[in-house]
């Protein structure tokens, strides 16, 4: 897109993107799985900086949204997981990656739609986690930023523990 190229999309559903991407990783080590993370990540990083303030140029509601959507503020809902799995994750240390995600979304300037998109996954991550009392303000916020994502939620595995609340959050401002 920095060079006028068509910004390249994949219509597939998710799962089935996902499944291709697992089934091509499924004989990787860790250490190469976190090579590859670390290699697109810091590609990704490279080209965002390389774009600078032109990036708000673009007219791609993927754009972001699918930066937030696919890349780490997704990621970060898997923490929970992981650390659950004990694969060597640092609780200590994925809490602290939250706060920082948190700290990057209030002082970044952003859409209320791509600032939505990283509030929300904010919020799954510490429903996941079990911080529920964390996660009910974010989701409040979240669905006032884009209110497509209360209808999303009903249906989002990652919020099942608070599924019974989620009308009530999103009818109204976040009180934090």
Do not use: K
């Not at 999303?152 to 401002?173: I, K, N, S, T």
């Amino acid at each position: 897109m920095r060079e006028g190229q068509q910004f390249p999309t994949d219509d597939r559903e998710d799962e089935v993107i996902n499944a291709e991407l697992q089934s091509a990783r499924a004989d990787w080590a860790w250490e190469e799985v976190v090579a590859e993370a670390d290699e697109v990540s810091a590609r990704l990083e490279s080209e965002v900086r390389a774009t600078g303030s032109g990036l708000r140029q673009f007219e791609s509601g993927r754009l972001v949204s699918g930066i937030f959507g696919n890349g780490p503020f997704h990621a970060a809902t898997h923490f929970g997981w992981l650390v659950e799995g004990d694969v060597g994750f640092d609780a200590i240390a994925v809490e602290a990656f939250l706060d920082a995600e948190a700290q990057l979304l209030d002082t970044t300037a952003l859409s209320d739609a791509d600032r939505g998109t990283g509030v929300y996954n904010l919020a799954c991550a510490h429903a996941l986690a079990g911080r529920l009392d964390q996660a009910r303000p974010l989701l409040r916020d979240a669905f006032q930023l884009r209110p497509d994502l209360a209808e999303f939620a009903q249906e989002d595995p990652d919020l099942v523990a608070l599924r019974e609340e989620l009308a009530g959050l999103g009818a109204g401002p976040s009180s934090a």
